[in-house]
């Protein structure tokens, strides 16, 4: 049975159902994360959803709110997560020949909220910011008291490094920034550079959905592995 097949005979509802159940677990997750405002760093790992670690003395709450919102703006109004969630959570619709829930009162992107999804292509500008900090502590990652070293640590924060790269330069507005307003592709040099560019942009755009699933297990799981190694649950795994 074709992986087609065996996915028309599923009932509609079980799709949307997953999304809301992994979307919303992870929102749950990341709310504790962020006020929690403990167990984030571990030498020289420093939790994603705490980098970078803005500490002042006149702000009370957890530093991971000063930051957390790039991020989330970025996903939030990311095109395929628009999908994901109008389907999940506001049947926008929920399948194909599916009822809208909200009928004729459906407005698009019109009216506040919905019409800040047009700030995207702006959080990504300070998402591609937030990657290149988190880029940096992937790095760090190797360092041990001055010391090139390779653990388990190590591993888990350069893939997730990576994963949010592919995630964020597979984006439709980087894509778009990239080969967008061209109307000759081969009239000049620079052109047929962009040309190029974007065809190699247009190869991981293709698995935009994989990579925004990745990436957010990667976040996740990352914070995740710093916790249990300050709660002493785990020991960090020694390579080199």
Same mark, same amino acid.
Request: glycine share 6%.
């Given at each position: 049975?074709?992986? #087609?097949?065996?996915?028309?005979?599923?009932?509609?509802? %079980?799709?949307?159902?997953?999304?809301?159940?992994?979307?919303?677990?992870?929102?749950?997750?990341?709310?504790?994360?962020?006020?929690?405002?403990? !167990?984030?760093?571990?030498?020289?790992?420093?939790?994603?959803?705490? !980098?970078? %670690?803005?500490?002042?003395?006149?702000?009370?709450?957890?530093?991971?709110?000063?930051?957390?919102?790039?991020?989330?703006?970025?996903?939030?109004?990311?095109?395929?997560?628009?999908?994901?969630?109008?389907?999940?959570?506001?049947?926008?619709?929920?399948?194909?020949?599916?009822?809208?829930?909200?009928?004729?009162?459906? =407005?698009?992107?019109?009216?506040?909220?919905?019409?800040?999804?047009?700030?995207?292509?702006?959080?990504?500008?300070?998402?591609?910011?937030?990657?290149?900090?988190?880029?940096?502590? #992937?790095?760090?990652?190797?360092?041990?008291?001055?010391?090139?070293?390779?653990?388990?640590?190590?591993?888990?924060?350069?893939?997730?490094?990576?994963? %949010?790269?592919?995630?964020?330069? !597979?984006?439709?507005?980087?894509?778009?920034?990239?080969?967008?307003?061209?109307?000759?592709? &081969?009239?000049?040099?620079?052109?047929?550079? =962009?040309?190029?560019?974007?065809?190699?942009?247009?190869?991981?755009?293709?698995?935009?959905?994989?990579? #925004?699933?990745? &990436?957010?297990? !990667?976040?996740?799981?990352?914070?995740?592995?710093?916790?249990?190694? &300050?709660?002493?649950? %785990?020991?960090?795994?020694?390579?080199?």
């Amino acid at each position: 049975m074709s992986s #087609a097949t065996l996915t028309s005979r599923l009932p509609w509802w %079980l799709s949307p159902l997953t999304v809301a159940v992994v979307l919303g677990g992870f929102g749950i997750y990341s709310l504790w994360v962020a006020f929690s405002n403990s !167990s984030y760093l571990v030498e020289p790992y420093l939790s994603p959803y705490y !980098s970078p %670690l803005l500490v002042f003395n006149w702000w009370p709450f957890s530093p991971a709110i000063l930051i957390l919102w790039i991020p989330l703006g970025f996903r939030a109004t990311c095109y395929y997560y628009r999908k994901a969630y109008y389907r999940a959570f506001f049947w926008d619709p929920a399948a194909c020949a599916i009822p809208e829930r909200r009928g004729d009162k459906y =407005r698009g992107e019109t009216k506040f909220p919905f019409v800040m999804q047009n700030l995207h292509r702006f959080f990504w500008y300070l998402a591609l910011i937030i990657w290149a900090i988190l880029a940096y502590d #992937a790095l760090k990652a190797f360092d041990f008291n001055g010391q090139f070293g390779i653990r388990l640590g190590s591993l888990i924060f350069l893939l997730n490094a990576a994963l %949010l790269g592919l995630y964020s330069f !597979s984006c439709h507005s980087f894509r778009h920034l990239i080969g967008g307003r061209l109307d000759c592709y &081969s009239c000049s040099f620079s052109a047929r550079t =962009r040309h190029k560019a974007w065809e190699g942009v247009s190869l991981i755009n293709r698995h935009h959905m994989l990579w #925004a699933w990745l &990436s957010l297990f !990667s976040v996740a799981l990352t914070d995740l592995y710093v916790r249990l190694l &300050s709660w002493g649950v %785990l020991t960090d795994m020694r390579f080199f």
